[in-house]
Structure formats: structure tokens, C-alpha cells
């Protein structure tokens, strides 16, 4: 059997029920299999993706709370430290009933090679707890951060393990998280990335993530020679990804028709109302269904369907496997040009492959999404130096980051004999950094 599928047999075996990580290591591990089988052995005998699979540290932990009726409630939380070789571990925090050490596994693993991919020196982590914040008073998300703080400070740190934010972790929950970790250590550091501007926040890092899905959509779509211009988008998520993910497609002249949460969707054939949505969503932390008492002609869906509208780009922005198979059908009937993903994970196996082999020009979220945490490790650098720089400094290295990621993975993709497929591309570009300091660091 290959070094290959020996690994990828060995971790499913060795961490059962954690599909989302398998579906994540078959993946990255399978367009690997090029660079690794240029030189099997040696790679063999140095354990390199067995290494590679085993997160360096995994923390889980308690978190007692007290809610507004006096009740102790307890959650689970996490830190996952997967790699450290090209800087201090660097990933977000994601608080949903849904978060296991399976899913965060998944993310801190894709975490490696996105924060690779950014060019800058940052470790792959993520973390989290089964907190759900959504329905909880401000009260109750505070004694809830602190908590979870009161375990997690003495795992991370500056230059150990700098976390940030995901889903259901916004400026809110990292500003309680950043004050209870300056209480217990008497020290103002950067500690955490997605801060308040007051408090060494950068300007921008709110918008990063969904404008650098625009600009990275942008160039992947001007090396296909298509312009984004005129163009209409779907996009699932109304939350940070997909706010600022619409915003930035209005400016670029495209016009966004659809957003979700997990209750249902809009379409809006007129082009979503960005300043309702966040009105609803960042002002109201409301429901999608008040959508239609600001655009009376919009349609509101219960459920799933963001995918059956006829477009040219589709940006899912919600959350993994939320973009099947019969979705990347109907997508490809539809006649979409690209799929750019702004969630992690966000396509199955299955439809990823259906998309490329129909020719869609497909993003892969560890190169679509990664403007959030370049422009955190961006955050990191102006706490260093003490000094904010402006939003368009920012913006601008934002979008070179962007560019320059689409440059590399399509140059990795042409390496290896596999022009086009954007997904290997990446995947093997952030590798090779990845292990080069692994080579170069020893045994550890
Ligand atoms: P938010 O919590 O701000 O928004 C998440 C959105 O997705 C909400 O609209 C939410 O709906 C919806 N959603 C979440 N879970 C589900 C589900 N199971 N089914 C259907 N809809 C769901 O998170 P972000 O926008 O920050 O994150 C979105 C995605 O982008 C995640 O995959 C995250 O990992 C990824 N990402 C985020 C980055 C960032 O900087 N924020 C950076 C890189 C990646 P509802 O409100 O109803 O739950």
C-alpha cells in the first residue's frame, strides 16, 4: 500500500466518529499524494504525515457558568494546537452546539496549510465549546467568556497561541474573552486577533474575511479570463463572512441575490439590501424572516435552497458540508461559472468533484477564506509595533495577500501537472512551507 493511503487508513482508524475530519484529511492528503510520492520513503521514515495527522496538543475542558436564573449550566471546551513549525498556533474560537473535537479537528487541520498559504508566520489551531450564544442575555455570554478564559489563558498567549473568532464568536465575545485574559495575567498583549478598535483592534479585520473572498473571486476569475463585473452571486450565511462578502460584490459591480441562515433564505432578485441585512443580523441579532418587512418583494424560504437559483458565482458562506451533490447539479444546470468558498469546508467531497470535473472554476476555501486570518496576523504585527496603520493600508495588503495566494496556487497546480485544479494547487503550496520547517526542525 502507498505511504498515502497507509496514513489516511490509519487516522480513520485511530479517531472514529470524527467524519469531518476524515473528509478533510482524505481530501489534502490525496492531492498530496504527488509531492509526497516523489520521495516516499524518506518521508516515510521521518513519520511526516503521521506527524502531520497528530495535532501537537489538545486541551478539553470544563466551563461552569451561571445563568440569569441562577442556574449552573456547563459546557465543553476546546483548544486544538495542530502545528506550530512556521509560527505560534493561529485559528478561531467557534461557540455552536455543534462543536466536538472531530470538527475542530477538521478546522485546525485546514488551519495549517490556510495560514501557510497567507505567506506569514502563523501556526494552525482552532478551539471552541458546544456553547450555543444565540438566545443568551450579554450577561450570560459574559460569565460564559470569562469562564471559558479562566481555563483557556494559560494555554495561549502572544507568541504561543493567538485565537480569534468564528462562527458565533464576534467582537463581542472577544472583547469579554480579552478582558478576563488581562485580568488573570496582568498583561495587555496580543493575545487574541478580532479586537475592539479601542483596544488594539485592527481596521478592516471585521471585513477581511469576506472581502478577500471578492478579491481572491476576482483574480481566480481574471486568470480564467472572466470579470466579475456584472455578475450575479449566490450566497449562503448572513453572518460576518457573508455580510461583508456581499458588500464587497456590490462594489466590484456584481450583484449578490440570496443569503440564509439556518432556519431559511431570501432571494432578493433585485440584489440583496446589505444595509437591512445587517441592520437585521448585526444591529437586531434577529432572524432572516424580518427580511421581507424591509423588501416587501423578496422571497423567504424556510429551509435549504440558496443553491436552485440561477447565477454565476455561488459563495457559500455559512458553514461546512452545507453544498451537496445534487447542489453542485443544480448549480452546474444552472450554467454557475465559479464556486469561491467562504466557509470551511462548505462543499462535500462529492460535489467539489462534480464542480471541477464540470468544469466550474472552484476555490478552495483554505485559499478563498484566508483574508481573515492574514488580516489577524496583520493585527498581530500593529500590536507588536504598538502603531494602527489605516483601513486602506490594510485593505490593500489584504487584497495583495489575496492575489498573491491565487498566483501561488495555480503555479502549484501547473507544477504538478494539474493546471486548473485550484483545490491540489493549494493544498500543495501550503505544504511545502509547512514541510520545509518540519524538515528543517527536527524530530518534535
Ligand atoms: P457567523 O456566526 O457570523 O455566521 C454564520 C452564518 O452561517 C449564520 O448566518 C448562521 O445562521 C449560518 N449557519 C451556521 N451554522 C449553520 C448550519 N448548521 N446550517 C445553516 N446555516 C448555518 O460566522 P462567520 O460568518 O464568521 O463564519 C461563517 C463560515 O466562515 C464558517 O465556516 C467559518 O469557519 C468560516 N470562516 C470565518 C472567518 C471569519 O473571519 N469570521 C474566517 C475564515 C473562515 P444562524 O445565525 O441561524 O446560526
Not at 490525496?30 to 509531492?35: A, H, M
Not at 509526497?36 to 503521521?50: G, S, T, V
Not at 504598538?386 to 498566483?407: H, P, Q, Y
Not at 500543495?428 to 518534535?444: C, P, S, T, Y
Request: hydrophobic share 35%; proline share 4%.
Amino acid at each position: 500500500m502507498s505511504y498515502v493511503d497507509e496514513v489516511i487508513a490509519r487516522v480513520k482508524e485511530k479517531n472514529p466518529g470524527q467524519p469531518e475530519f476524515h473528509q478533510t484529511i482524505d481530501e489534502v492528503l490525496e492531492s498530496l499524494r504527488p509531492v509526497i510520492e516523489r520521495d516516499e520513503e524518506k518521508y516515510r521514515k521521518m513519520a511526516l504525515l503521521e506527524r502531520l495527522t497528530e495535532p501537537e496538543r489538545q486541551i478539553k475542558f470544563r466551563v461552569p457558568w451561571i445563568d440569569d436564573n441562577g442556574q449552573v449550566q456547563v459546557n465543553c471546551g476546546y483548544r486544538v494546537q495542530f502545528n506550530s513549525a512556521i509560527g505560534p498556533y493561529k485559528g478561531g474560537l467557534r461557540f455552536h452546539p455543534s462543536v466536538n473535537i472531530g470538527i475542530l479537528k477538521f478546522l485546525g487541520f485546514e488551519q495549517i496549510f490556510k495560514n501557510s498559504l497567507t505567506g506569514l508566520p502563523i501556526g494552525g489551531g482552532k478551539g471552541g465549546s458546544d456553547f450555543d450564544p444565540k438566545g443568551k442575555s450579554d450577561m450570560e455570554v459574559m460569565r460564559f467568556c470569562q469562564s471559558f478564559m479562566t481555563e483557556l489563558f494559560r494555554h495561549v498567549g502572544a507568541d504561543t497561541d493567538v485565537p480569534a473568532g468564528d462562527i458565533g464568536v464576534g467582537g463581542r465575545e472577544i472583547g469579554y474573552m480579552y478582558g478576563q485574559y488581562k485580568r488573570l495575567t496582568n498583561k495587555y498583549e496580543s493575545v487574541l486577533t478580532g479586537k475592539g478598535l479601542s483596544y488594539g483592534g485592527s481596521l478592516a479585520r471585521t471585513q477581511a474575511t469576506g472581502y478577500g473572498l471578492l478579491y481572491f473571486t476576482r483574480a481566480l476569475l481574471k486568470l480564467n479570463g472572466i470579470d466579475i463585473a456584472g455578475k450575479t452571486c449566490l450566497v449562503s450565511g448572513s453572518g460576518n463572512v457573508a455580510i461583508y462578502a456581499i458588500e464587497k460584490a456590490y462594489q466590484m459591480g456584481a450583484k449578490p441575490v440570496t443569503c440564509s441562515d439556518s432556519n431559511g433564505w431570501v432571494y432578493d432578485p433585485e440584489g440583496i439590501d446589505l444595509e437591512a441585512l445587517k441592520e437585521i443580523k448585526e444591529v437586531n441579532r434577529a432572524r432572516l424572516t424580518e427580511y421581507k418587512n424591509y423588501r416587501p418583494n423578496a422571497e423567504y424560504h424556510e429551509g435549504k435552497g440558496v443553491w436552485t437559483v440561477k447565477a454565476d458565482i455561488a459563495l457559500p458562506c455559512a458553514t461546512q458540508n452545507e453544498l451537496n451533490l445534487d447542489d453542485a447539479k443544480a448549480l452546474v444546470a444552472n450554467g454557475v461559472i465559479a464556486v469561491c468558498e467562504g466557509a470551511n469546508m462548505p462543499s462535500t467531497l462529492e460535489a467539489t468533484k462534480y464542480l471541477q470535473e464540470n468544469k466550474v472554476v472552484f476555490g478552495p476555501a483554505k485559499a478563498a477564506n484566508a483574508g481573515g486570518v492574514a488580516t489577524s496576523a496583520l493585527e498581530m504585527s500593529q500590536n507588536a509595533e504598538r502603531l494602527s496603520w489605516t483601513f486602506e493600508e490594510v485593505d490593500e495588503k489584504l487584497c495583495g495577500i489575496m492575489e498573491n495566494i491565487v498566483a501561488n496556487i495555480d503555479a502549484a497546480a501547473k507544477e504538478y501537472g494539474m493546471d486548473g485544479d485550484y483545490v491540489a494547487g493549494a493544498n500543495i503550496a501550503g505544504f511545502k512551507k509547512v514541510l520545509d520547517a518540519m524538515e528543517a526542525q527536527g524530530i518534535v
